[in-house]
């Protein structure tokens, strides 16, 4: 009886710890290692939606991951970009840097055409130009 | 007589009507009007490289390391300034804040010239600058292109492979390399 006590309090605690690495895991301000200052990211669909635009011709192409760290005092950012569609697709993006004070950390980047295989995903990484950016947008357009 | 005065007539209309029309374009967006090389090419190229080198161990750890630009080799069948690459690559190495330029051999007569200009009797001694204050580069850069061009009746496939090193001049040890790959495809 005694020992069945100490298994349940056992896992109990195994289970506790695991919640708390997960939950607290990131820092406040932060989503999967990307800063997203006062805005509720709870999935990483949130955070796919808060730092994704559209501009020009819109694209079925869609990021569907993102995950960001630290390379020294740049911001490093991995995009995952999905094409579900049965026929290849041509896209280009950029990303757009924004400093402290939500201003741009850095002048307008140049349009970078991808082509994607059908039913495929392709993962894009970029590093911040400069340590000012402390945020991001990915930018997209169709190339169609 | 009436006939050829009609046919004139008509002539000059239809010349007066074929109008020219400009309009500005997004100097970043992607140019697709032949496959040589192009503006987006070289965007890709220098953008790429530039971040890739700013987050080099070598620049990451150096303070502020000097750095001279040496020739890109364009080892392929076109025409490409590649000077025009490097410029936009120390460009955005140097907004970057991490890298800082020794003058290249390009520049250098047109520094030494003005060395020699400001030791002239024209200039105050006080204010002019002196011979021996010139600071050597740590580091030089330097890199190629290449590319493969294959085409068929109607489709002409280009490959550009561009690669960049940053050579330690002391040692003569190659600290950091680089490249990009780019693809472009035309079919009529």
Redesign the interface.
Known sequence: MKSRLIMTAVAASVLVAGCATKKGFEQPGYAFGCPIGEQKVGSMDDLVRAKTATEGRRTTIQATEMRCSRAGDLLKVDANLNNDSSSVKRVSYKFRWIDREGMRAWEEESWKPLMLYNNSNMMISTVAPTPKAVDFRLVLMSQE | MKKTFLLVAVAALAGGCAHEKTSYG?A???ETVTNTFGS?DL??IA?TM??SM??APVI?SGNLPIVTVQEVKNKTSEYIDTRAITDSIRA?LQ???RVRFAVDAPGMTQQTDEIKRQQSEYYAKESAVEKGQMVGAQYRMEGNITSIVKEVKSTKDVYYKFNLQLWNIRNGLLEWSDEKEIRKTTTR
């Open positions: 997004d970043r967006g992607v987006t965007q890709l953008e530039a971040r700013q987050n990451i955005e907004k970057g804040g």
